[in-house]
């Protein structure tokens, strides 16, 4: 299986989870509660892992992950500021 990356990460996303996550004053755990809620099974060593690149984020998760933080996949994705 070949590994992808963009500039030593696994995924565009992970600066602005923490920084959504961060401005609602939801922890790890929370959110991997609320993803879990909405279908999605993450733990919270997987959300650490999304904040600082290393664990692929499928679309899915990123449309679930933009529901709950209220903000845009296209802000998730640095497209918009």
């Known amino acids: 299986m070949k590994i992808y990356d963009y500039n030593g990460r696994k995924n565009l996303c992970g ?25 999605i099974i993450i733990e919270r060593d997987s959300v650490s892992r999304i904040e600082i ?21 296209q802000w998730l994705l640095e497209m918009e500021d």
């Open 53 to 73: 690149g290393t664990r692929f984020v499928t679309d899915y998760e990123l449309k679930v992950l933009s529901q709950i933080l209220d903000v845009s996949v």
């Open 15 to 39: 600066d602005r989870v923490r920084e959504a996550r961060a401005r609602r004053k939801i922890t790890q755990a929370d959110l991997a509660a609320r993803l879990q809620v909405a279908g």
